[in-house]
């Protein structure tokens, strides 16, 4: 049973780094093929996508965030992670992960807010 | 950035309508492309995948089409629990993008 949970911490000041962490179960990076992405969702918009990490350690990113992105993994205890520096009120969101495959991104955390304000 | 038109922004629906929701292409994305239902609160749920295939668990009242670069998914006898936004994503080129959504009303 495939399975990601984020983490995080809910609120941060303008101008903070964001940490992020997708905790999964039932499957695993080090996998030919695999992938774990960020996606994010501002209240009542749509969805986008922030960065992708594959098993070869492959690294991705949305250019629209500039430099501040950075993921990576630990493959030991099935985590990936997303850093955001910079943070900014318009970086308020839902932030999922999700597993992506060969039919795109089958499963889904149930998402962490985050909140953006001083 | 290749960029997904989805159409219509809303719909006002009535249950048993037969629903289409359209993602245009701005360029070939192939067959990589996603559709997925979402409900208030809750994550997004892969409905298609590849343009075309069902995923595990979701009705056959469910499907996707594909004709050059515009894609579809049609709802058919819309169910009181299909009522939900609907979003598509196109997972060929990086950076992945999303349609803006279609949010499905009842009348």
């Known amino acids: 049973q495939v399975t990601l949970k984020e983490s995080g911490p809910g609120i941060l000041q303008p101008s903070q780094t964001l940490s992020l962490t997708c905790s999964f179960s039932?499957?695993?990076?080090?996998?030919?093929?695999?992938?774990v992405g960020w996606i994010r969702q501002s209240s009542g918009k749509g969805l986008e996508w922030l960065t992708n990490?594959?098993?070869?350690?492959?690294?991705y990113y949305n250019p629209s965030l500039k430099n501040r992105l950075t993921i990576s993994k630990d493959t030991s205890n099935n985590q990936a992670f997303l850093k955001i520096t910079n943070m900014d009120t318009a970086d308020t969101a839902t932030y999922y992960c999700?597993?992506?495959?060969?039919?795109?991104?089958?499963?889904w955390g149930q998402g962490v807010m985050v909140t953006v304000s001083s | 950035d290749i960029q997904m038109t989805q159409s219509p922004s809303s719909m006002s629906v009535s249950l048993g309508d037969t629903v289409t929701i359209t993602c245009r292409a701005s360029?070939?994305?192939?067959?990589?492309v996603n559709w997925f239902q979402q409900t208030p609160g809750k994550s997004p749920r892969r409905m298609i995948h590849?343009?075309?295939n069902l995923a595990d668990g979701v009705p056959s009242r469910f499907s996707g089409r594909r004709s050059g670069s515009d894609y579809s998914l049609t709802i058919s006898s819309l169910e009181s629990e299909d009522v939900a936004d609907y979003h598509c994503l196109q997972y060929d080129e990086y950076p992945y993008t999303f349609g803006a959504g279609t949010k499905l009303e009842l009348k």
């Open positions: 999700a597993r992506r495959n060969y039919g795109g991104y089958d499963y």
């Open positions: 590849r343009a075309t």
């Open positions: 990490i594959w098993w070869n350690d492959d690294k």
């Open positions: 360029q070939d994305v192939g067959i990589y």
């Open positions: 039932g499957f695993s990076l080090t996998t030919y093929g695999m992938c």
